[in-house]
């Protein structure tokens, strides 16, 4: 059975830095797409980094050179480093995840994926 529990939102100011854990259970990397979706109120989750089974990386352009996604197969822990941050990336972030297949480059939406970790608040004060 396929579990997501993130971890390691909070404050922080605008220029600061956090990074946040998804501790999987149940997914093997090598068979699961994995991503980082984030949620403002009123709006829909958007994605904000993904990860290929073949370690290939995409980022939303609003998080291109200051957000990196990263995982530890040893670990079976999927991270977000987040750097430079802004007032506009306070979200609640979430992780998810389905069978490579299921999703891909090609269905990246909040739609296309099964599984969904209960998310992490990240606030930006400026």
């Known amino acids: 059975q396929v579990q997501l529990v993130e971890s390691g939102g909070g404050s922080v100011q605008a220029g600061g830095s956090l990074r946040l854990t998804c501790a999987t259970f149940?997914?093997?990397?090598?068979?699961?797409?994995m991503a980082w979706f984030r949620q403002t109120p009123g709006k829909e989750r958007e994605m904000v980094a993904a990860l290929d089974t073949d370690g290939s990386t995409q980022y939303a352009d609003s998080a291109k050179d200051r957000f990196t996604i990263s995982k530890d197969g040893t670990n079976h822990t999927l991270y977000l480093q987040m750097n430079s941050l802004k007032s506009e990336d306070t979200a609640v972030y979430y992780c998810?995840?389905?069978?490579?297949?299921?999703?891909?480059?090609?269905?990246?939406?909040?739609?296309?994926?099964?599984?969904w970790g209960q998310g992490t608040q990240v606030t930006v004060s400026s």
């Open positions: 998810a995840t389905d069978l490579y297949g299921r999703v891909g480059w090609a269905a990246i939406t909040e739609a296309d994926f099964s599984y």
């Open positions: 149940g997914v093997t990397f090598s068979d699961y797409f």
